[in-house]
């Protein structure tokens, strides 16, 4: 499975923006999908998680009421709506497809990962 995101960009803080990404095949449809990121010289950290029904979804404390994670499991594409954009969001994000319908937390949780786009968020 290849994942591929896009939306990434230069923002001002407080602005938003709307990140996408499609799986290569339908491998997705039937497991929970994520979004990580990872900012220069930090670990990989979750963001947000929604299971293959999308009725469940998780959020890091740090984004919670600011981001929003949805799915379109016919299109095999999850997105992550970003508003009030901080600077400390800046970072390169990364969608991943879990192992199972659960949408966990952990990066273990997860199988495949994409490349990642680049959102910088400037003061």
């Known amino acids: 499975v290849q994942l591929q995101a896009s939306g990434g960009g230069l923002v001002q803080a407080e602005g938003s923006l709307r990140l996408s990404c499609t799986a290569s095949r339908r491998t997705g449809s039937n497991n929970a999908m994520g979004w990580f990121r990872q900012a220069p010289g930090k670990e990989r950290e979750f963001v947000a998680s929604?299971?293959?029904?999308?009725?469940?979804?998780a959020y890091a404390d740090n984004v919670q009421g600011r981001f929003t994670i949805s799915r379109d499991n016919a299109k095999g594409t999850v997105y992550l709506q970003m508003n009030s954009l901080k600077p400390e969001d800046t970072a390169v994000y990364y969608c991943a497809v879990a192992r199972s319908s659960y949408a966990g937390r952990r990066l273990t949780d997860y199988d495949y990962w994409g490349k990642g786009t680049l959102v910088t968020v400037s003061s």
């Open positions: 929604i299971s293959w029904r999308g009725d469940s979804t």
